[in-house]
């Protein structure tokens, strides 16, 4: 008998869990910023959950919900509701959490994602609305080694929207990428920070596998504890690698919750099916259903900024590259920064959108990333570095001193024609100056010139650089190399 | 005269205080004296705030003199233990929050103080209100000032006693099945359960959220209205509070009630009603007549017969939910020998609850579980609606439905205990304007061999007004009034 091994499909959604940037928590007035706070400093009698307080629901969550399901491609239920989801557990206050249960704000929706080159969407079930637990931090005490474990309720309460995806991704890479665009979208329109490694951004996979072309899913496998995008591929990969193991040694794969562990990568067993917990979902009787009317999409609608995929396609007709184009539009604030400068420029459109593109990829990108800044924050201004990028266009500074003065401006403060002027870099473009320069560089190098003599064409360029040196790149390399050679004879 | 100055009502209180016959301190210090004679005997309080009382009526005093103050400005009151009171211990009845110290002040609360009221001290009552005669609370039972052997009803059984047997002038209650009116009715004193979201439930320990609403209990009609007017209107803290701004309810007292439509359902006269009490409701609706009103007595509501299960499954089912916080992991009571947490949440629950809400807990926590939740909690509330239909139907046609508050008088302590339907039963008459969500109050129309028999007076939505009007009309045609125990 012969193995032959099956060909699987895998399937695989993801469950995302993103808090909301809101000033105030879900369903009382604390402050939902609660970073950097000391434990227990941003809590009321409402996300304490005290016997006999009320949820007043925060109207700024709803419209990033519907905001973020606009955005998503997703229907906004006219007709909605809050609901109890009963569980017990020390980080619920109030021994249920009010989430949503079968009228989410918004549903049948849809994201695309690019991989290898090729479009896919992947559907979108549901987005709905539901409060954050208090955070629990196990410790051991050293003295008598026995385990306690602490609560911090300054998370209790702050918006949390879930997002599930449809079965729709095939490939680790597919779910990375779906995670990736997410991700983008929700800063985009900025409801939340969307930062998995902070915790605001969380997910759990559920992935299977079955024969190709059967008709049915396999048993499903719920995947936990992945801090990072590189994570959840890893852990999906791990997992499906595992459960072809399994198929093809002719076990059958468990329906389960299994944690991803980032020091053995691997995912191990945390609880199985017949566990599951039964939530007696039922409507929370302290709040109102919500409607969406019309109107109300309308005016949420209107304040969507352009969505990354089609600034991508916007930048594209601008002449940009690919690359270019899907690397500008990132972030918001990058594509921002970059429109700024491009619109600041007085060179016309095509130009303008190169040289915006170069300077927003090299030293503002340069800059972001050695501070580990967004680029929002750099000092300086997208019309400041239109100035300076225009000194150069026009031939007042060369490339290199660009640099300089860039470098100079992020330093100080100091505008470009400002630093230009005073620290004399304007470019030395001929005539006497750059002739005596020269003639000092030719007197000075006697080997080099010997070399050249002696037919080293490449010697010019050793000369070239000397001059460039002794002008502090002032100098227009072209320029340069022509008087050298013309003095050379 | 400052001995007797607890038998007076609290708007004749307010006249006295006003004219400056007495002061708050003193009208205060002689509901102090009362409470120390009788409390031993009727057990109206959990928690008893003399000193406190006393600081507060100083500064009512000091209204008065400034030309500040309300009809509620020193007046003593009692309020029910499940109305957070920061600084106050706040118990519910309960073992589980016998410790229990609030950071924070209910809204009802919040609005007596604003008034410049008085508080004696937090009533006793069923434990989380879930009981109709006081028996179920873990600081004993609650006696009727008209014969100590009797309950006093539930689960406001602390705030009516205490009214009836002068240890405040008036009291907050709540309601969520009938826990103002019936014990009213049994007490021999008024009580009124509003419109759901006429008085904010921020701060009350929730028991059925969608039912739940505070009330007054006063001795005389003019008392109900002067409270509701203090503790009604919106509150943002509230989503289900109604935002529409408080009528003026004095304004409906004193009025004819010539022409007032009146429904007498015939399903609230069952079998098995104590002779008694069928002859003095017979009585009020005569007395209606007299008073010009018309009078239907051939009115049906055929739903009533379902209210009792309705209410039996919504109420603990969202019980089962509300009471989920109480772990002892924050605050209350907490067991911590056990060898886990888990053990020791669990145990916490195990000693902390009595057996009534653990009854209630089991049977919303089964109403609720996957396979059951479209038979039980969702028929119910579909029922419900067809309750609430029933009722705005009526109401095209009726301004005001009169009906026994209870098909019984006050019964023995110890004599229903064990036998949880026949407890039940005791609210029939008041647990479907509940459900509906209605406002009804209860007032004495008379005695039943010596014992106080109670009227009920049901409105349509935010019709107070109208319901306060009828039963002042009532009240003042009616031999009861202001009659007050021997004790
Ligand atoms: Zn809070």
Sequence with gaps: MTAVATAYETIIGLEVHTQLTTRSKMFCACSADYSGAGPNTHVCPVCLGLPGVLPVINERAIESIVMTGLALNCQIAPFSKFDRKNYPYPDLMKGYQISQYDLPVCHDGWLEITVGGEHKRVGITRVHMEEDTARLLHRVDASTGEGYTLVDVNRSGTPLMEIVSEPDMRTPAEAREYLVRLRQILRYIGVSRANMEEGNFRCDANVSLRPVDAPEYGAKVEIKNMNSFRAVHDALAFEVERQARLLNAGERIVQETRGWVDESQETVSQRTKEEASDYRYFPEPDLPPMRFNEAYLERIRERIPELPEARYRRFLELGLSDYEASTLTESRDRADYYEAVMHALNVDRQRAAKLAANWTLGSVAEWANATGNDVASIPVSAERLAELIQLAEDGTITGTVAKQVFDTMLESGRGARDIVEADGLAQVSGGDELTEIVRKVISENEKAVGDYRAGKESAVKFLVGQVMKATRGRANPQVVQELLVEELG | ?487
Excluded at chain 2, 19 to 40: G, M, N, Y
Excluded at chain 2, 82 to 101: D, H, P, Q, Y
């Design chain 2, 1 to 487: 005269m400052t001995a007797e100055l607890w038998r007076l009502t609290a708007h004749e209180a307010h006249e006295g205080l006003r004219d400056r016959q007495f002061t708050s301190v003193e009208l205060t210090e002689s509901v102090l004296a009362r409470i120390k004679s009788v409390e031993p005997r009727v057990n109206a309080f959990i928690t008893q705030t003399a000193e406190l009382a006393i600081e507060q009526a100083k500064e009512a005093d000091a209204k008065y003199e400034a030309g500040a103050a309300t009809p509620l400005t020193g007046i003593p009151v009692g309020v029910k233990d499940l109305i957070v009171t920061k600084g106050v211990r706040t118990t519910a009845g309960s073992k589980i929050l016998e410790n229990f110290v609030p950071p924070y002040d209910s809204h009802v609360y919040e609005q007596l103080r604003r008034a410049g009221a008085v508080m004696v001290g937090k009533t006793n009552m069923d434990e989380f209100a879930m009981g109709s005669s006081t028996e179920h609370s873990a600081f004993g039972s609650t006696r009727n000032p008209w014969d100590l052997d009797l309950v006093p009803g539930g689960s406001s059984g602390g705030s009516a006693a205490a009214v009836a047997a002068g240890e405040c002038l008036v009291a907050l209650g709540s309601d969520t099945g009938g826990s103002i009116r019936q014990p009213a009715s049994l007490c021999g004193v008024a009580g009124m359960d509003p419109t759901y979201g006429r008085v904010s439930r921020y701060g009350i320990v929730a028991f059925g959220s969608s039912l739940d609403q505070v009330g007054p209990i006063g001795r005389d009609v003019e008392d109900l209205a002067t409270m509701l007017d203090c503790i009604g209107g919106h509150d943002e803290r509230d989503s289900t509070s109604n935002p529409e701004p408080m009528p003026d309810l004095r304004h409906y007292l004193g009025r004819e009630i010539e022409g007032l439509r009146v429904g007498v359902p015939k399903e609230y006269f069952m079998q098995g009603m104590e002779p008694g009490v069928t002859t003095r409701i017979t009585e009020t609706l005569a007395l209606l007549e007299d008073l010009g009103a018309v009078v239907d007595r051939e009115l049906s509501l055929p739903s009533t017969e379902h209210a009792l299960a309705v209410y039996y499954l919504i109420a603990p089912s969202e019980a089962s939910a509300n009471l989920a916080r109480y772990d002892g992991v924050k605050y209350g009571y907490s067991y911590q020998d056990g060898s886990s947490m888990w053990e020791n949440m669990e145990t916490t629950r195990g000693h902390g609850f009595g057996p009534e809400v653990k009854r209630r807990i089991m049977i919303g926590t089964y109403a609720l579980s996957a396979g059951y939740y479209d038979a039980y909690y969702k028929k119910a509330q579909q029922v419900r609606t067809l309750i609430h239909q029933e009722f705005q139907e009526a109401f095209k046609r009726y301004d005001v439905l009169v009906t026994p508050t209870t098909p019984n008088v006050a019964f023995p302590v110890g004599a229903k205990l064990d036998d949880p339907y026949q407890m039940y039963l005791n609210d029939i008459h008041t647990l479907p304007a509940a459900v509906a969500g209605l406002p009804a109050l209860s007032i004495p129309c008379g005695d039943s061999d010596g014992l106080p028999v109670g009227v009920q007076l049901i409105g349509d939505f935010f019709q107070e007004g109208k319901v306060l009007q009828a039963a002042h009309a009532l009240e003042r045609g009616m031999p009861w009034a202001n009659r007050l125990p021997q004790l």
